[in-house]
């Protein structure tokens, strides 16, 4: 792509902080076979332990299913008030001894009605009478729920059904279903707050949302999934918010109800009171415009993904130093949101985090009366500069 090297979702795939520098505070012990502490805001993973080891995912699936189905229902393509008629297989009776909506065969329920079945009542039945109305039939809905895990950057991540039980092959990890729970809260507002009511009551029984930090008043949480199977053990995906900062916690495989949310509530407190999301400000010559050979215009302005926020320990502000890199070997067409350089963020000498310098503009291909000038100084400026990626600065924050 012009010349400019690959470096995909790097922002999110960047090294956590590291516990060896005496600036930064270890993180609590976590009973799980995998777990991840996510910033919200910059999407650094802040500690993690076996974050991309692939694990059954049990309801946590259900997290992707409502994904989504808040797509569908923002593009238009299915509404809330949609009445769906149960089929069989989504009978209730077909998931004996697993979380259900209890449906019943013939049963004419809302989408809102479905979709709060699967996120508060964790129904199983439930997902299988969504997939059905969104894609007609399961095994469509399973290709929807994968695709969409692809475009997220899920690279471990693999769905076998819409409800998580077990099944060969389906398997995610710590750090996918936080990728996948941080484009929930961006993209899908409107719905994500179904992730926090306590209660759901269908056919006059009233079941009650699993996730037991909602009730914990030291924290803010406001979702997002629990689940449970025999070969997953307990998991628990949550996400609190204090003072404008969000956190998101996954922890994958422990021992019992309790432990899943005592391990998420330690890693959640643990993050709010040792970090904190900054977004420094770049200066116009800073940031500068950059270069696009043979473009219209011939010189492109640029943000940074985010709009630059990163997550660094709490105090530790005035020891960031950053490092900004551009392609400097641009050529036409440039898309607006193209990766054309990148920021690295350094703490006492050791690099936190990785940020793409994007296009905040296109660039389209000038005519060739007007690209001539190009042709005769692209070689010298290629001659003065040997590399594609070249440090244009160093500073403080």
Known sequence: MNGLPLLSALWLSQPAFSASNAAVPTPPEIAAKAWVLMSYQSGQVIASENAHIPLAPASLAKIMTSYVVGQELKSGHIAENDRVVISENAWSQKFPGSSKMFLDVGDEVSVDDLNRGVII???NDATVALAEHVAGHQAAFIEMMNRYAEKLGMENTYFANPHGLDADGQATTAYDMALLTRAFIQELPEIYPLFKEKSFTFHKI????????????????????TGYTKQAGYSLVSSAEQSGQRLIAVVMGTES?????????????????????????FSPSELDTLKVWYGSPSHISLEVADGGTITVPRRQRKNIEYKIFYNNDLEAPVEKGQQVGKVE???NDELLTEQPVLAAEAAIEAPWYKSMIDVVWRPIGQWFSRQDWKPELTANQ
């Not at 009233?206 to 999934?225: F, M, P």
């Not at 109800?257 to 420094?280: C, H, I, M, Y």
Request: aromatic share 14%.
């Open 121 to 123: 009542s964790s129904g």
């Open 206 to 225: 009233k079941q009650g949302n699993r996730n037991a930090l909602l009730w914990d008043s030291s924290l803010n949480v406001d979702g997002v999934k």
């Open 257 to 281: 109800v309790s432990a899943r949310s005592n391990e998420s509530k330690k890693l959640l407190t643990w993050g709010f009171r040792f970090f904190q999301d900054v977004t420094p400000e």
């Open 345 to 347: 963020w350094y703490l």
